[in-house]
């Protein structure tokens, strides 16, 4: 071809799509690598966090905004026909959403106040009731199909007792917190039905305009989004573990092993009352009432809470993303046992 002024455009017209999306494809490339490491992924970001504090204390205000965003993606991936399917069967979602949102809160509540705690340690008072009125996490329905379980019930009951907290959360407040926390349970209970409903209606405009099928075909760049999001969120949290370790490790230990007292108990005690539904089912439905959103509560509070509070918060991390290779060994068990109980039905028939 002849070299004149307009081939010479032409050729920089058609090479000017390529160029840009070359430029979008390698960091949506590197999202997708990120996104495939799953939990790997995840528990990086907690070492990551406890060894670089500085990257806390400037991450620190934007925790809100973060939750607000991690709440964007998990309502944007909602299977709506799950979410139909479960709701024609409701009683199993009501038990448990009823269980994580009222009778969870009145328990630990009761428990810690009749105990003395919050005369005692009024700041991890606080922290636990919080983690308690939370709740459950976003990325439980994630994290119970890792390991095998039923996610859909997860994601019912998890969609039913968010929409319910704006409610049951200032109720607690209300006959526990007294003046532990700064903001008033009407105040609270708005930030939370804002914070909710604005995360709510950003996620179905992305639904709308993108569609269920271009969300799932980028299931893993958009995991890499929550991941690296999330790292808001885990450093603000992890920031002062080292320094607090070193300042008192025995407060530390203990905190630590309170934690995963809380985790475990919670998983148990609601594996132990939903049995009846099956044991695998009963454990998805444990491992998302052990798995309680305090990231919600900090975005609530607008991260204004005491030193103990936010240590809490960031030792209870453990437990939840440890979860899925602690619990796993559990659950390979129970799956290996309803295939052996099947295995002699199948050959019958």
Known sequence: ?????????????????????????????????????????????????????????????????????????????????????????????????????????????????????????PDLFLALMLQAVASPMMAAPSLAALMGLDA??????????????????????????????????????LKLAAILLGSLVVAGAIRWLAG?????????????????????????????????????PVQMIGMTALAFAIFFLLAGVTAVIFRSVGRERALAIGLMVSQRNMGLMVAATDGILPGITWLYFALSQFPIYLSPQLLKPIVDRLVAQRIEAAAPEIADA
């Open 152 to 189: 859909t019930l997860v994601l019912v009951t998890l969609v039913t007792s968010t929409a319910l907290v704006p409610f049951t959360a200032p109720l607690f407040a209300s006959v526990f917190f007294g003046t532990a926390l700064t903001l008033s349970p009407a105040a609270l209970g």
């Open 212 to 248: 269920a099928p271009a969300i799932q075909r980028h299931k893993l760049p958009i995991d890499g989004v929550n991941i690296l999001v999330l790292l808001i969120f885990v450093a603000a949290v992890m920031g002062n573990v080292i320094g607090s370790l070193l300042a008192n």
């Open 1 to 121: 071809m002849v070299s004149t002024p307009y081939t010479d455009t032409l050729i920089k017209i058609d090479w000017m799509p390529f160029i840009l999306k070359q430029s979008f494809a390698l960091p949506v490339r590197g999202l997708a690598w990120i996104g495939s490491q799953g939990t790997r992924a995840v528990a990086a970001l907690v070492l990551f966090g406890i060894a670089v504090p500085p990257l806390g204390e400037l991450l620190k205000p934007f925790v809100t905004e973060a939750i607000f965003l991690l709440l964007c993606i998990s309502f944007m991936r909602v299977d709506i026909r799950a979410l139909r399917d479960h709701l024609r069967r409701p009683a199993l979602v009501i038990a448990a959403t009823a269980w994580t949102t009222l009778a969870v809160p009145a328990i630990i509540g009761t428990i810690f106040h009749f105990g003395g705690l919050d005369a005692r340690s």
